[in-house]
């Protein structure tokens, strides 16, 4: 049951993302090629990984900082102050780039476990660590959460945060700030349609095993999007956002139980990324221009990546900023809080131009996926064996503290009751204390209840003081458990 260690795989530059499942933060980080010859190791892939910087690098970025930095600053102060002066900088175009949009300036408190400092209007000061929330004071890794109610947005940074060139951690952590406060302070829970999708078909997952066809569809999509709106050709423009409409209607005609699964994740992430990226460029003096467009958005858009919840990011924020084009963005901006994904009020209603991916787009997105699929089957395959054999399940009921590294989400068609996520580093706060959490595979499901549920060999179970333990070889350490059956007749091993 314990999974094949993480394969490196060379994508593409990226951008730092964030996401969320369940009410829950998810920090996730994509690829990136480094100033300093500075490489960073994929733990994951879909974009979601691990950052691991060579001691080398790690060296030369060190000391880079701390010549950059005057002498009387700590290391975390000397990274922030630039941070906070960009952040202010983009915080002034919040209110212009979305109807609300200025409720995402939040205070914003940063902490390496050692110091913590506030960054508000530009400014850095000191923050009390006993005032920092007992997630992110036990965090052992990049994590980050949110309090609505003192508006403010706390940030966990580890060493390898810190090791990064200033320049590149500053642009990558604002852009996880800026989007992250979309979602918190902006989205919220002021989207009820949109937080309806999910109590319906619609979730962060994408099928498993993963399929070539539709990923193409919507590589190409994003290719034509990205033409169209960097183009200053008004006649070419029209004919690559007829030939998207096309692939449009083809992706949703073929494939429409994806349709129905990412259409919260098409909206949610979506609308997030335009807000960053629309923020970027009127922080840059680059909004509206064809030519700074193409400048820009190479770097400020999310990598393109063969992933249904992972395009999302590029697809929605695309899509917005033609739609701006379009004219009436208040009213696109409502819509999609409304429910409607940025895709369909682009293209929905826009008469298509019958296209299909080229053979060369059909051929790459089968190579990804074979190679996705060949990585995640140590993964899955074990836990669906077992799932189909009718092996009891561990479900721990706790709250996740801060945010949690994975590998994806996956809907598998035997048991599409359950979102399969690899988890390769979490903790969890149970009754019974703080838990860490491993190289295991969560079985995700819908639902008030928080709790986290995982397949159990037999031999994983046993009562050596006369009360009944789970030691699950994911688990930091054994869970006093209680022992149940479902309505199915499955056994299920409840930790509180």
């Not at 902006?186 to 539709?214: D, H, I, K």
């Not at 004219?327 to 131009?353: H, I, M, N, Q, Y």
Request: one cysteine or more; aromatic letters at 8%.
């Amino acid at each position: 049951m314990i999974p094949a260690p993480p394969v490196v795989l060379d994508d593409p530059p990226g951008t730092a993302l964030g996401m969320k499942l369940s009410g829950h933060v998810v920090l996730t980080w994509a690829r990136e090629r480094l100033p300093l010859r500075t490489r960073l190791s994929v733990a994951l892939l879909c974009g979601f990984l691990t950052l691991t910087l060579s001691p080398v690098a790690s060296a030369q970025a060190r000391q880079a900082a701390q010549e950059a930095a005057p002498a009387s600053l700590s290391a975390l102060e000397g990274h922030l102050r630039p941070l906070a002066r960009e952040l202010a900088a983009r915080e002034r175009f919040y209110g212009l780039a979305w109807p609300g949009g200025q409720q995402a300036a939040v205070e914003t408190v940063v902490t390496d476990g050692v110091t913590a400092y506030r960054l508000k209007s530009g400014q850095v000061s000191s923050f009390p660590l006993a005032e920092l929330p007992a997630s992110i004071r036990q965090a052992t890794g990049l994590s980050f959460e949110h309090d609505r109610a003192q508006r403010r947005a706390y940030y966990r940074l580890d060493a390898a945060s810190l090791s990064l060139p200033p320049e590149l951690m500053k642009g990558r952590w604002v852009q996880l700030i800026v989007h992250e406060t979309f979602h918190a302070f902006v989205q919220g829970n002021n989207w009820p349609e949109v937080t309806r999708l999910l109590g319906g078909e619609s979730r962060r997952a994408q099928t498993y095993p993963v399929v070539a066809e539709p990923r193409a569809y919507r590589g190409e999509l994003g290719g034509r999007l990205l033409d169209a709106l960097t183009t200053p050709d008004p006649a070419r423009r029209s004919r690559l956002l007829t030939e998207a409409a096309g692939l449009y209607q083809g992706w949703k005609t073929r494939f429409p139980e994806e349709v129905r699964l990412s259409q919260w994740t098409d909206i949610v992430e979506g609308s997030a990324t335009y807000f960053e990226v629309r923020v970027g460029l009127m922080t840059q003096g680059a909004d509206g221009n064809a030519s700074a467009l193409a400048l820009y958005l190479p770097q400020g858009l999310p990598a393109a990546r063969p992933d249904l919840t992972a395009e999302a990011y590029r697809l929605g924020a695309l899509a917005g900023l033609l739609l701006d084009q379009e004219g009436d963005p208040l009213r696109w901006k409502a819509r999609v809080a409304a429910g409607v994904t940025p895709l369909e009020l682009l293209l929905g209603s826009r008469t298509p131009t019958q296209t299909v991916p080229s053979g060369a787009a059909l051929g790459q997105a089968q190579e990804a996926a074979d190679r996705l699929n060949a990585t995640l089957s140590p993964w899955l395959e074990p836990v669906l064996a077992h799932l189909q054999a009718g092996a009891p399940l561990l479900v721990i009921e706790g709250r996740l503290q801060g945010s949690f590294t994975t590998r994806g989400f996956y809907r598998p068609a035997a048991f599409p009751e359950y979102t399969l996520i690899p988890i390769t580093g979490a903790a969890v706060e149970t009754q019974q204390g703080t838990v860490t959490v491993k190289d295991v595979v969560w079985l995700e499901q819908q639902g008030p209840q928080m709790s986290l549920t995982f397949v159990v060999e037999p031999n994983w179970v046993g009562a050596p003081s006369g009360k009944l333990v789970v030691t699950h070889p994911g688990l930091s350490r054994p869970l006093e458990v209680t022992r149940e059956t479902d309505g199915r007749g499955r056994i299920i091993y409840r930790a509180r």
